[in-house]
Structure formats: structure tokens, C-alpha cells
């Protein structure tokens, strides 16, 4: 029945209510977030670098069809998140906004570590690969014994 009426089921991430404290918030930072990794492979397959906060924007009726979140709803969750530090904000033709993801990945393992305790394994970080240098051409024939 629900496929006859068009609409397609609004799905979050749970563990963000807790990180935000509100539904309404997890709901538009999952929507974000999905929206976020489409910004982020159009950038890749165009060659382009991101240093920095990756900007995007999508329109309020975009998230509300996406979302079911009215105007006032997505501006209170988008003040909500700013002021944990999660959304960074730019204001131009369109308000765009950024992810910090550095700032969510820490509260994400921060409630994680409340619930679960000594049960989480530390976060296993890849060591710094060490890649050998080679010598120059001139050196390398200096110490063939060839004349340089």
C-alpha cells in the first residue's frame, strides 16, 4: 500500500539522537550526511582535491520531501548542531553548510564508550607508512662505481 502512495520510508541513523539529543537533529544529520556523500563523490569524480570543510547545500523543500521535517523543524536542528559543533554554516546565494565529522566521530565514540565501557576496542589507527626514498639518478650511478 505504502508504494502506491509514492513515498519512500525516512530512515536515520539512531545513534545520532543520542549525540544530539533530539530526533528531529538526527533525522536532518542523517539526511545531511547522505547528502554529504553525494556531494563528496561528485567532487571525486570530477579530480577535484577537498582541503578543507566539504560545503554543500540542498533547498528546505528538499529535505522536507526527504525528511517530512517542516522550515521551523530543520532550522531548530540545524541551530542544535551548530551549537555542539557537529554543522558549520556559510551563508552566499544559499546557506551552505559542512559536516564536521572529525567533531561527530569523537561524540559517536564518546557515547559509545558510555554505554559499552571497557567492551569497545580502541580504535585500531594504521601506523604512518614509511616509504624509502630513492637516490638520484647521479648518485645512484655514483655508487655503481660508474664515472659521474
Not at 577537498?50 to 530543520?74: A, I, K, Y
Not at 594504521?126 to 645512484?140: C, G, I, N, Y
Request: hydrophobic share 40%.
Amino acid at each position: 500500500m505504502l508504494d502506491v502512495l509514492g513515498q519512500a520510508p525516512v530512515m536515520f541513523h539512531r545513534a545520532y539522537v543520542g549525540v544530539t539529543g533530539s530526533i528531529n537533529a538526527a533525522l536532518w544529520l542523517s539526511y545531511a550526511m547522505g547528502r554529504r556523500a553525494q556531494a563528496l563523490t561528485t567532487t571525486q569524480e570530477s579530480g577535484t582535491t577537498v582541503n578543507g570543510p566539504l560545503w554543500f547545500s540542498f533547498s528546505r523543500e528538499e529535505c522536507e520531501d526527504g525528511t517530512g521535517l517542516s522550515r521551523h523543524q530543520q532550522e531548530t536542528a540545524r541551530r542544535d548542531l551548530r551549537q555542539i559543533g557537529i554543522v558549520l554554516e556559510q551563508r552566499k546565494l544559499t546557506t551552505e553548510v559542512a559536516i564536521n565529522t572529525r567533531k561527530l566521530g569523537q561524540l559517536l565514540m564518546d557515547q559509545s564508550r558510555s554505554q559499552w565501557g571497557d567492551r569497545i576496542a580502541p580504535l585500531a589507527v594504521p601506523a604512518a607508512k614509511v616509504v624509502p626514498t630513492l637516490p638520484q639518478p647521479a648518485a645512484r650511478a655514483a655508487s655503481a662505481g660508474a664515472p659521474t
